[in-house]
């Protein structure tokens, strides 16, 4: 798939271009690789150019890649809508949940966290653009969720991840990301000891970047244009 390893360096170098130019540290934002209904052989081509971050939104999809590519070193991230019904395999198979946005899917997760495996790495949607249609908490719901999330067993919180409505102007792509940013800043203000900030996609990754994302999420630019999906 020489198509994938083009393009995963074209990725690579555009994220490494963006924190020069904005002043962030080289090497303080990881490529999220959003493989939502790509099949198995584009992730292992991905693999081979040396990504080993893949983020999956859809559970059975996901878990017969992980049978296919159970050989591979893969650090497997779910940021889809956690269904309660779900929980039990994705806290068993995934390494990081970005989509938590009620307190009953994190207590189920940290309830069905197998005890021989390291704590769940998790990160809280926020509903940054206040949206009807977006998944995620309330910015003023936000420290509450947080505070009751730390104290689970199982879990550990690294951060926030929003994804916020479309947009082509870069000043109006930053707002959401400079909001999370700030929410960020505010919690650990108050005590708490977060890092991670998982904003930014193809299109708005630079963005993301100049508000401070740890994390970009890219799936068109990496793999090219989507195609069907077993959506469970």
Same mark, same amino acid.
Request: hydrophobic share 40%.
């Given at each position: 798939?020489?198509?994938?390893?083009? &393009?995963?360096? =074209? #990725?690579?170098?555009?994220?490494?271009?963006?924190?020069?130019?904005?002043? &962030?540290?080289?090497?303080?934002?990881?490529?999220?690789? #959003?493989?939502?209904?790509?099949?198995?052989?584009? %992730?292992?081509?991905?693999?081979?150019?040396? !990504?080993?971050?893949?983020?999956?939104?859809?559970?059975?999809?996901?878990?017969?890649?992980?049978?296919?590519?159970?050989?591979?070193?893969?650090?497997?991230?779910?940021?889809?809508? @956690?269904?309660? +019904?779900?929980?039990?395999?994705?806290?068993?198979?995934?390494?990081?949940?970005?989509?938590?946005?009620?307190?009953?899917?994190?207590?189920? %997760?940290?309830? =069905?966290?197998?005890?021989?495996?390291?704590?769940?790495?998790?990160?809280?949607?926020?509903?940054?653009?206040?949206?009807?249609?977006?998944?995620?908490?309330? %910015?003023?719901?936000?420290?509450?969720?947080?505070?009751?999330?730390?104290?689970?067993?199982?879990? !550990?919180?690294?951060?926030?991840?929003? @994804?916020?409505?479309?947009?082509? +102007?870069?000043?109006?792509?930053?707002?959401?990301?400079?909001?999370? =940013?700030?929410?960020?800043?505010?919690?650990?203000?108050?005590?708490?000891?977060?890092?991670?900030?998982?904003?930014?996609?193809?299109?708005? @990754?630079?963005?993301? @970047?100049?508000?401070?994302?740890?994390? #970009?999420? #890219?799936?068109?630019?990496?793999?090219?244009?989507?195609?069907?999906?077993?959506?469970?």
């Amino acid at each position: 798939m020489p198509d994938i390893n083009h &393009r995963l360096q =074209q #990725v690579l170098s555009e994220i490494s271009l963006y924190e020069q130019e904005l002043g &962030r540290p080289a090497g303080s934002v990881q490529l999220l690789a #959003v493989s939502k209904t790509r099949p198995a052989e584009d %992730l292992h081509a991905a693999w081979q150019g040396g !990504q080993r971050l893949f983020a999956e939104n859809y559970l059975q999809e996901a878990l017969d890649k992980m049978t296919t590519l159970s050989s591979l070193a893969i650090e497997w991230h779910f940021i889809g809508p @956690i269904q309660s +019904n779900k929980t039990a395999a994705i806290t068993e198979h995934f390494d990081w949940v970005h989509s938590i946005e009620r307190l009953k899917i994190a207590q189920r %997760l940290s309830a =069905q966290r197998p005890a021989d495996k390291p704590p769940l790495q998790v990160l809280l949607q926020v509903n940054s653009s206040q949206e009807a249609s977006k998944s995620g908490c309330r %910015l003023a719901e936000l420290e509450s969720l947080a505070a009751a999330v730390m104290e689970l067993p199982g879990l !550990q919180l690294r951060g926030l991840m929003t @994804i916020p409505a479309r947009s082509d +102007n870069f000043e109006q792509q930053r707002q959401p990301f400079h909001q999370l =940013q700030q929410a960020l800043q505010q919690l650990n203000d108050k005590g708490y000891t977060l890092d991670t900030l998982s904003m930014g996609m193809s299109n708005d @990754i630079r963005a993301a @970047i100049a508000e401070g994302a740890t994390m #970009v999420r #890219v799936g068109t630019a990496l793999f090219g244009a989507r195609t069907g999906s077993t959506r469970t």
